[in-house]
């Protein structure tokens, strides 16, 4: 089975420029979270959607980020404009969840989006 | 809140000596308890986990039990090879919180030949 697909692999633009993640999740799967991972903060959580809706983005640093679900199957991160300090490597998970149940289900990660903003 | 605390890296390891990685965590009622392995220049993987008190995770030789009135979930290996080089992240779940993984800062291994 395919599993987090991520794209682009790597990324390399310059300050003040559109980028674009995406992402399709397992299929089947019905939650899918991006998370950021940096040297100082370690692994954050932005936002994460359950059935296509977000639930939570408190995690989102700021307006420049937005994050959208049109479908089961894909995802995008958009950051405009990008700033140096958006450097990152970018996750995007999926699993299947039980709502209100701690049923231990397993989060798959894809491979990461590793930006770099110059 | 919910927390997750690891022992800080990074831990140097000679080829066969016994692996320890701390992790205790802040949670209300009754999480489920993860470690998941990022190999340099890849994505997280899950390496297991444990969703009630008492019980045992195992892969690759590694294991953890999720101990409640210690709140700790220690990752252990008998005998680690120089491939088990990688940072291990221990992570917990709550049912109330949509299913979202909050992790530990991470521990960096290290296991010279």
């Known amino acids: 089975d395919a599993g987090v697909i991520q794209s682009p692999r790597h990324e390399v633009t310059e300050m003040g420029q559109e980028v674009t993640l995406r992402c399709k999740p397992i299929?089947?799967?019905?939650?899918l979270f991006w998370y950021r991972q940096t040297m100082m903060r370690g692994l954050e959580l932005l936002i994460y959607?359950?059935?296509?809706?977000?639930?939570?983005d408190s995690g989102m640093p700021e307006d420049r980020f937005s994050a959208k679900m049109p479908n089961a199957s894909f995802s995008t991160l958009k950051i405009q404009p990008s700033e140096p300090r958006d450097s990152a490597v970018y996750f995007c998970a999926s699993s299947l969840y039980g709502m209100g149940q701690d049923t231990g289900n397993t989060i798959y990660f894809g491979e990461g989006s590793w930006l770099t903003v110059v | 809140g919910n927390s997750v605390t690891q022992m800080e890296g990074p831990v140097t390891l000679s080829e066969e000596a016994f692996l320890t990685i701390n992790c205790t965590y802040t949670a209300t009622g009754y999480p489920s308890l993860f470690w998941y392995v990022q190999y340099p220049g890849e994505g997280l993987q899950l390496l297991l986990k444990a969703t009630k008190a008492d019980d045992k995770g195992s892969n690759k030789g590694f294991e953890a039990t999720y101990r409640k009135e210690t709140t700790s979930f220690h990752l252990e290996k008998g005998s680690v090879q120089v491939s088990d080089s990688a940072v291990y992240f221990c992570?917990?779940?709550?049912?109330?919180?949509?299913?979202?993984?909050?992790f530990g800062q991470g521990t960096e291994l290290s296991v010279k030949p």
């Open positions: 992570a917990l779940t709550r049912g109330n919180q949509g299913g979202k993984l909050i």
């Open positions: 959607f359950n059935n296509n809706v977000p639930i939570d």
């Open positions: 299929s089947g799967h019905n939650s």
